[in-house]
Every structure is written in C-alpha cells, then in structure tokens.
C-alpha cells in the first residue's frame, strides 16, 4: 500500500488533510477503531469526493477504491499502529497526549 501512497503523493496530502477531522467526528460517536478506516472512507466518499462514471459495480470492487483505501489505511496504520488491528481483548480505546496516540487497555483481574 505504501507504493499507491507514493505515486500519489498529491492526493494522499488532500485527503491527509480531511483525515484529522473525519477521525475527530468518528471518535466523538464512538465509532470502533477496527472500523474506521471503511467509515472514513464513506465520510469522504459522500462530502469530499466526487467519482465521476460511475458503474454499477460496488465501490469497493473499483479501482479508485483500492487506491483511496490504500490512501487511507497507511494515515491510520502510521497514526494508530497494531491498536488498528485488535478487535477485541483488553483495548478499550485510544488517548491523545500532545498529538501521540496511546493504546488505553486494563488487564481483568
């Protein structure tokens, strides 16, 4: 996914800049960690961009798609690291202390 980032480095810097805002919004509802990539995705999709010839295919099987999804998963994977990948256990969320993010977990007793 780093190699779309790369080639599309005009693109990956936009949508870069949406992405604090949108995490923002997704955070205050409470919205999953594991899923925020797919509903940023959809924040994007339907305020912020515009795809033009449209098929009837699922968006997810075109591929303008991969290349947003590969855009938007490296700003989580870069931001939130292997707390990205855990759906359940111990993690309970993720703190802010001076822009670094932190992985809140408490062990049961």
């Not at 990948?85 to 969320?93: A, F, Q, S, V, Y």
């Amino acid at each position: 996914m780093r190699k779309i980032v790369e080639s599309n480095p005009q693109m990956a810097a936009a949508i870069g800049d949406l992405l604090p805002d949108i995490e923002k919004i997704l955070n205050a509802s409470g919205q999953p960690l594991s899923s925020r990539i797919t509903a940023a995705i959809a924040i994007l999709l339907k305020h912020f961009i515009k795809v033009t010839g449209a098929t009837a295919e699922p968006p997810y099987e075109q591929k303008w798609y991969a290349v947003l999804f590969a855009i938007v998963s490296d700003w989580y994977e870069t931001r939130y690291g292997a707390a990205l990948r855990e759906k359940i256990g111990t993690l309970l969320g993720v703190v802010e202390i001076h822009n670094i993010p932190f992985k809140v977990t408490i062990e049961p007793m």
